[in-house]
Structure formats: C-alpha cells, structure tokens
C-alpha cells in the first residue's frame, strides 16, 4: 500500500520535475534611479530599462548563478570571468558594469555590457580617434569613446568605456549592437585584469552628459578644475604657437635682437603700455629636436629665415631643456626677466635621443616615472607652471604596445601627471584623443585640453562647442588656440568658452579694445562660471542635418540669480545670414527676461512665453545676447557692459535682489577708471555706492536701459558696493 500511494505521488509531481529549467528561472534586478538592470539566471538573458528605452543581451556562457548582495548583481559573465552590475557611487540613473578575469591563464576579453536589442531610430554622437577627438554624429566610432544614443524626443542613454581607456572600445553600430569591449590588437587579457564600462541614462542630451560626469569623475574622486587654477584660466596671456604667433620660430633678427630679447622687450613694452599679460606660452621652438618626425614629412629646417641649429627643427624631442641658442643663460634666466609663469610645450620622444639610454620608452612615449621626475623638476627649477603635452595622438599611434598591453598607457600618463602634481604643476593636453581625454578623468592637475586643432578660425567654432561639454564633464576646461588679438568674434568666443585667453600678436599689432573686453586692468578673466556648450536643440539639429544655427550658453551664477550669454552662430558661416531663436526657459529661465545685443546695444523685454530672436550677422555668421532675469522690481541687470562676460566673478564678484532693485559687489583691480553697469528696468532707477562714486546714473524711457557710471576711490583692488532700486 505505502509502495502503490508513493508511486502515486510520483506521478503527480513528475510533471512538474518536467518542466524546462526556465519555469524555475529567477529574475534579478538593480537600479539607479528609473534605470533598471535585470538579469534572469537560467537564460542568462539581461535587458536594461529606463521606462523609455529597452536594451536587452545575453551572457556569452548563458545561465549562470546571480547572487545579490547590497543592490549590486553578481554572476559568472563567461568561464574564468566574473561580472558585477551596480549603482554608481552616490548618483541617480548610472550604473557600472564591470568584469574581472578569476582564470589562472590569461583569456581573451568579452565585451559588457553587449546589448543586442537596441531601440530603433537612436541618434549617436561619439569622437573620432583622431587629434583633438572630433565630434561625429550618426557614425558611432568604435575607439575608446562615449557614445551619446538620444531618440528624436531627446531621451539619452549614455555608454562608455570606465576604464583600461588606452585599450578600451566601444563595439557596434547602435543599430544593432550597442557594447563595450577592448580594442581587435588586445588577444588576451591576463589574470586579475578588470574592466568597467558606465550607462546613464536622462530626459534630455544635456541632463545625460551631466550625469555621466557625475557619475565617471565620481568613479575616480576628481574635482573638477576651478576656474582659477592656473595662471593660464586666470589670466590673458601670450602664445607663441603657430598658426597665429608672432613669435613662433620667429623673432625680431631684423632689428637686431635675439630670441629672449625680442620676448623680453614685448613684456616690457606691454607692461609699458599698461597691457596685462599674466603669462607666456613657450611653443616647441625653445628645445632641441631632430628632423625626424614620424607622423608626417618634415623639412631640416623649421625657419630657413633662422640659424641652422636643433632648436629650428620640427621633428621629435631630443632633450627638454633651454636651448643655449634661444635662452644663453637658461630658462631660469628668462623667466625672471619676463617675470610671468611660464606654459611649457613638449612632444614625443625621437628614436635618437638620448632619454633612450637613460629610460623606458617605448615606441616614442616614456613609460619611465624617473623621466617624467627629470622634466618635473627642471619645470619646477625654471619658471614653468603648466606643463604643455602636445603631440598626443603621434604618440599612441606611433608607440604599438600602448595599444594593447595592459597598465602601458597608465604607466605613461599616471607618470606624468604624479610627477607634475608632486610639484605643484598643472597641465594641459593637445591634439589628444578621445582616450587620452577619458584617462585625464583621473588627473586633478589636468586643468586644461586644446578642444580643436591649431589657431582660432571661425570653422573650429563648432568642434570647440560640443568637445567643450565631453571636456568639461571629464573635470577640466576646454582650451582654444592662439588668436590675433584684433579679432573680436575669436577674443568672444575663447573668453565665453571659460578656458584660456591667449594672443599671438607682434606688440604693435595688439588690440587694446579688445583685450580690456575679455580682462581687468590687472589681467584677470572676466569669464562665464561653465565653458560655452551647445543647448539641446542643437544636438538633434546636427544628427537631424537640418543647417539651423548652433545655438550654444553659458552662465554667471550669483547664488539663485544666474544671467546667460548667448552665442548663436553657422555651422557653415558661407551660407550666409540667418534666424535663430530659443525660448528663455531652454537657458532655465521661468519668468520675463531682458535681453541684450552688445554689438547693437539694443534692449528688449520679454514675458514668459516670448521667444529670443534675431539674425545671425557678418561674415563670422554669428549673434551674440546677454539674457537677464527681470525681478519682482522690475529691474534685469546685465552688469558691466564694456565686458563679453558682464557679470563675470571678476567682476560681479556678488548679487541680491532688493526689494526694489538689486545690489552688486563691484570686483575692482588696481589703477581701473571708470566701470559702467548697465541693465533694463521698467521705470527711472536712482544709484548709490560704496567704495566707488556714481558719476552718473542714466535711464531710456524708450527702451528702458540703464547705465550707471562708477569712479572707483581708491587706485588699489577693492571692492565696491552698488545698489540700483527703481524711483
């Protein structure tokens, strides 16, 4: 009986012990935010959700055992790899996915996350590896880039590459394939090697990119640069690179003088004339090279006009000190006479120089810390604050093992970046890659990267704006090119995109408007909190091909009260005139708003629902706005209006609303004169200071601008107090 009633059971229950192992499967899920990844075990099928855009893959090894500790998933991504999905540290709407090889042989890299069902009719932008990372939309590259995926709505997911940036790659064409791997020259990976890649997802392109900076400089603890971190964000200064330098290999020989004597006479004549510089850029004509360049033909002779010696060549580096030639009593020398910190440029490394016998190179980039020890206290010893590594991509693309051993890359750019920082020595990168641009993620005294290629010409407008917002989320400040000084859209735009202000004029040719429009009387910046970055609708009319302006914003940020420069502008200026528009809420405003033209200096008021509008102009194709909130009295203020940047922190260093006008701190340098503050208001204004005298306080009944002129008290820095309340 107990024999016949246990076969019984048997077979009620042996359907169910049928059943495929996916009717047991269990599903698991982490989040961050609405951001949801979930994993079901038996399959080793995983989707990640945002509650607009679906995403789904599969394990290389299919079912694997998911443990879930602290809402971070863990499971077996293939044989001898673990993988990890979790929360970014602290961050909405990000989430790390990372693997580690636990084999005792090294094996070759999977790629995750490997997403092969990809919502249709995404947009990508993402970066060539090329110099200076062009940006490319719709033709996702795969090298060691982000790649930004946004529907025609603006949803965005962002995926990236979180570590390992020299041998990392994005992998397929956002159609189909979406995943991040390494690049085809890595075969194997050794025990222990781990990587990470980072999704974030947001409403908008612009909300994106911020969470994705958020979340990868959260990853490696950097803060970003201060606008102030260097004398080269601090300051106007001189560069004597090409495409715009007067002093590049060329000097004053005609009349007599030498290399440091020309620099030298420029600085006195300057300080003479009362014209700020606040340092000088020391371009690749100051050391000794050879004339063997790899990268591209070069000639023996830099400048035939000069002296044939290894200080007028232009191929790589044979020794990074003071040629005797340009510099006879050395660097240290010179430096004390121009009496400015110094932005020292550097290359790659020539197959003949004698670093070669003293260190590690390989392929012509120095793997060697005690090398990057030798340059940081000679920089240190001779005046050189910011030390210039240009030459990146020559150096990836001609040094192979970088590109597929592991920790190589490291050992080069950590290297660099100890020793400068062990001396208190920011830098800056030049002609970088996108890979370059993610490793500086890790580096706090990397303040600075050139954001397009050589000389400030209206068509790198473009590439300057949107590798602006990838430079900036990565913790530094985009850098443009020398400029001539006399050029005012060019001295607009390099102060609006909040990085260096450098000009490249012979002393007779500098433009002193100008250079008092982007600086104060003491060569200190008068620049936006935030670079010059393209709003949303300019990314979808780019991928969309549409030829509508790019309509690009930055910010001066006084507590809850922010104004907004506006700089609209052709993608292609040959095209001639045409109209932009944005609504004042695309810059965060919720209320009316006064806008100003500088160039015409005119004035309008606008309610809520009104449009900013207007007609890109000249041949640089562009239009230039202040935009300020109006207050509850009334009164918009726009600042200092003979500044690009009229409410600057160097300038406006505080503002309150007052219950029937506002006041504003007033930055003054030393020796400054007369400081006009302007702004709307819809009725007659009276002034009062503190610290300066209102020479004159003047209101337009027809177009409602105010000016109110200031004569500062004292000829040394201070600060005065301004208020402006309606009558």
């Given at each position: 009986m107990?024999h ?6 048997a077979?009620l229950f042996?359907?169910?012990l049928?059943?495929?192992q996916t009717?047991m499967?269990a ?6 935010g609405?951001?949801v990844?979930?994993?079901d075990d038996?399959t080793?099928n995983?989707?990640l959700?945002?509650g607009?855009?679906?995403?789904g893959g599969?394990?290389?090894a299919?079912?694997s055992?998911v443990?879930?500790?602290?809402g971070?998933?863990?499971?077996q991504l293939?044989h ?5 999905v979790?929360?970014?540290?602290k ?5 790390v996915f990372s693997?580690?090889v636990?084999?005792a ?5 999977p790629a995750?996350p490997?997403f092969?069902t990809v919502p249709?009719g995404?947009h ?15 033709d996702?590259?795969q090298v060691?880039t982000p ?7 603006g ?5 990236s590459p979180?570590?390992?940036f020299?041998?990392?790659?994005m992998?397929?064409?956002?159609k ?7 690049n085809?020259e890595?075969?194997?990976?050794p ?7 980072l ?5 908008d392109i ?15 603890h950097r803060?970003p640069?201060?606008a102030e971190?260097?004398?080269?964000l601090r300051y106007?200064?001189?560069?004597t690179?090409?495409n715009?330098g007067h002093?590049y290999y060329?000097y004053e020989?005609a ?5 440091e004597?020309s620099?030298?006479r420029?600085?006195?004549?300057s300080?003479?004339a009362?014209?700020?510089?606040g340092y000088?850029q020391?371009d690749?004509?100051?050391?000794s090279k050879?004339s ?7 000639g023996r ?6 002296s044939?010696e290894d200080?007028?060549r232009?191929?790589g580096?044979?020794e ?7 510099f006879p009593?050395?660097?240290a020398?010179f430096?004390?006479r121009v ?7 550097n290359?790659?490394?020539?197959k003949d120089?004698?670093?070669?016998q003293?260190?590690?190179i390989?392929?012509v ?5 005690r090398?990057w020890?030798?340059?940081?206290t000679?920089?240190a010893?001779n005046?050189i ?26 050992r080069?750019m950590d290297?660099?970046?100890a020793?400068?920082?062990a ?6 990168y030049?002609m970088?890659?996108p890979?370059?641009?993610?490793q500086?993620?890790k ?11 050589d000389g400030l010409e209206?068509p ?5 704006a ?6 900036h989320?990565?913790g530094a ?12 859209a060019a ?8 990085g260096?202000?450098g000009v490249?004029?012979a002393?007779e ?6 250079i008092f429009?982007?600086?104060r009387?003491?060569?200190d ?6 670079p010059?970055m393209?709003?949303n609708?300019?990314y ?5 091909r549409?030829?509508?302006?790019i309509?690009a914003?930055t910010?001066?940020r ?7 420069y ?6 292609d200026p040959?095209?001639?005139s045409?109209d932009?528009y944005l609504?004042p809420g695309?810059l965060g405003?919720n209320g009316?708003?006064a806008?100003f033209?500088?160039?015409s200096d ?5 309610g809520?629902?009104e449009r ?11 239009a230039?706005?202040?935009v300020?909130?109006?207050s509850?009295?009334?009164i918009?203020?726009?600042?200092d209006?003979?500044k690009f940047v009229s409410?600057g922190r160097?300038?406006v260093a505080g503002y309150?609303?007052?219950p ?6 007033i ?6 004169t007369d400081?006009t503050?302007?702004g709307y208001?819809r009725s007659d204004?009276?002034?009062h200071a503190?610290?300066a ?7 337009n009944h027809?177009?409602?601008?105010f ?6 008290l ?8 301004l208020?402006?309340?309606?009558k």
């Amino acid at each position: 009986m107990k024999h016949r009633l246990g076969i019984l059971i048997a077979s009620l229950f042996l359907p169910f012990l049928l059943l495929p192992q996916t009717g047991m499967a269990a599903s698991y899920e982490t989040r961050s935010g609405s951001l949801v990844f979930s994993i079901d075990d038996a399959t080793g099928n995983y989707t990640l959700d945002d509650g607009a855009l679906h995403f789904g893959g599969r394990l290389p090894a299919g079912a694997s055992s998911v443990r879930k500790t602290a809402g971070e998933l863990h499971f077996q991504l293939m044989h001898g790899v673990d993988a990890t999905v979790a929360p970014a540290p602290k961050r909405s709407n990000a989430l790390v996915f990372s693997w580690k090889v636990i084999s005792a042989t090294p094996i070759a890299p999977p790629a995750f996350p490997d997403f092969n069902t990809v919502p249709a009719g995404l947009h990508s932008l993402s970066h060539q590896q090329a110099n200076f990372a062009p940006p490319v939309f719709d033709d996702p590259q795969q090298v060691s880039t982000p790649w930004i995926l946004f529907t025609e709505a603006g949803r965005t997911l962002v995926v990236s590459p979180a570590s390992d940036f020299f041998l990392a790659s994005m992998l397929g064409d956002a159609k189909t394939r979406v995943a991040v791997g390494l690049n085809a020259e890595v075969a194997t990976v050794p025990p222990g090697f781990t990587s990470t890649a980072l999704v974030v997802s947001a409403p908008d392109i612009v909300a994106a990119y911020r969470a994705w900076g958020n979340a990868l400089r959260g990853l490696y603890h950097r803060t970003p640069a201060s606008a102030e971190a260097d004398p080269i964000l601090r300051y106007i200064g001189v560069l004597t690179d090409n495409n715009g330098g007067h002093y590049y290999y060329n000097y004053e020989y005609a009349e007599g003088l030498s290399y440091e004597e020309s620099l030298v006479r420029f600085f006195q004549r300057s300080r003479e004339a009362g014209l700020p510089f606040g340092y000088l850029q020391l371009d690749s004509w100051w050391y000794s090279k050879s004339s063997w360049n790899p990268h591209e033909k070069v000639g023996r002779i830099k400048n035939p006009a000069l002296s044939d010696e290894d200080w007028n060549r232009y191929g790589g580096l044979l020794e990074w000190k003071a040629h005797p030639s340009v510099f006879p009593k050395g660097m240290a020398a010179f430096h004390e006479r121009v009496k400015v910190p110094l932005l020292a440029h550097n290359r790659f490394i020539d197959k003949d120089s004698p670093y070669r016998q003293r260190y590690e190179i390989s392929g012509v980039a120095a793997v060697d810390r005690r090398y990057w020890e030798e340059l940081a206290t000679y920089a240190a010893a001779n005046g050189i604050a910011v030390y210039l590594q240009d030459w990146l991509d020559a150096t990836y693309k001609f040094s192979p093992d970088l590109h597929n051993v592991p920790g190589l890359g490291e050992r080069f750019m950590d290297g660099m970046a100890a020793a400068m920082a062990a001396r208190g020595i920011t830098m800056q990168y030049c002609m970088a890659y996108p890979l370059h641009m993610l490793q500086g993620v890790k580096y706090a005294n990397l303040t600075t990267i050139r954001a397009a290629g050589d000389g400030l010409e209206r068509p790198r407008w473009t590439q300057l704006a949107f590798n602006a917002r990838l430079i900036h989320e990565l913790g530094a400040w985009p850098a443009t090119d020398v400029m001539p000084s006399g050029d005012t859209a060019a001295m607009l735009f390099a102060v609006l995109s909040g990085g260096p202000v450098g000009v490249g004029d012979a002393f007779e040719k500098l433009d002193r408007a100008n250079i008092f429009k982007v600086a104060r009387a003491d060569g200190d910046l008068v620049k936006p909190d935030e670079p010059l970055m393209p709003l949303n609708a300019s990314y979808l009319s780019q991928a969309r091909r549409t030829g509508a302006p790019i309509v690009a914003a930055t910010f001066s940020r006084h507590g809850n009260h922010q104004t907004a420069y506006v700089l609209a502008f052709a993608d292609d200026p040959s095209k001639g005139s045409t109209d932009f528009y944005l609504a004042p809420g695309d810059l965060g405003f919720n209320g009316p708003t006064a806008v100003f033209d500088p160039f015409s200096d005119t004035v309008a008021a606008l309610g809520a629902g009104e449009r900013i509008t207007g007609k890109l102009g000249g041949p640089d194709a562009y239009a230039y706005r202040i935009v300020a909130p109006i207050s509850a009295s009334g009164i918009a203020v726009f600042g200092d209006i003979f500044k690009f940047v009229s409410m600057g922190r160097k300038r406006v260093a505080g503002y309150q609303e007052l219950p029937h006008g506002a006041r504003l701190n007033i930055a003054i340098a030393a020796n400054e004169t007369d400081i006009t503050v302007a702004g709307y208001a819809r009725s007659d204004v009276k002034s009062h200071a503190e610290g300066a005298v209102v020479a004159s306080t003047e209101w337009n009944h027809e177009t409602g601008m105010f000016e109110v002129k200031l004569r500062p008290l004292s000829g040394t820095a201070h600060q005065a107090v301004l208020d402006v309340v309606a009558k």
